[in-house]
C-alpha cells in the first residue's frame, strides 16, 4: 500500500544565491540541512572541491570590503539534490509523520539514491519502502519520492 508519494523542484540559481549570500552561508546552509553523516560526507567532498572555491573582494556596496564566494555547481548541485530529496521524502509523509531536514540521510547506492529515516519506530512509522529518484540539468534538480507501507 502507498503511503504517500512527494515531489520537490528547486532552481539551481536560487541555491547558489543562499550559499553565496556571505562567506559563512555554505557552511551554515550544510550545517542546517544534512545529517551528522551526510556533514562528514560533504565535507570530504567539499576538500575535493576546494580548488573551485574562489573568494573575491567586493566594493561594490557603500565603498565596504566584503568578501564574496564563489561556489561551483557541483556544490550548489550536491547540496539541492539532497535538499529535493528531503522536500518530498517529507511530503510523502506528511501527516503521518513530520520530518525535520536531519532526520532523513540521503545514500548513493549503484548511482541511484537511497533515503534513510533515522529513528523511524520513535516517529510512529514502520515497515516501509522508500523509493527515490532525481533527475537534474543546467538549472533545475527534481526528486520524486514514493514511500510504501510493506506490513501488507
Known sequence: MILGIGIDIIHLPRIQTLLTRKPTSLLHFSKRILSDRELKEFNIFLSNQKKNLIITKDLSSN???QDKIMI???ITKYLAV????????YKALYPHCRLTWKD?????????????I??????GIDNIKIHSSVS???KYVISQVLIENITC
Open 63 to 65: 565603498n565596504l570590503k
Open 72 to 74: 561551483n555547481n557541483n
Open 82 to 89: 539532497r535538499w529535493t530529496l528531503k522536500e518530498a521524502a
Open 104 to 116: 532523513i540521510s540521503v545514500n548513493k547506492i549503484k548511482e541511484k539514491p537511497q533515503l534513510t
Open 118 to 123: 533515522h529513528n523511524i519506530n520513535q516517529k
Open 136 to 138: 537534474h540539468d543546467e
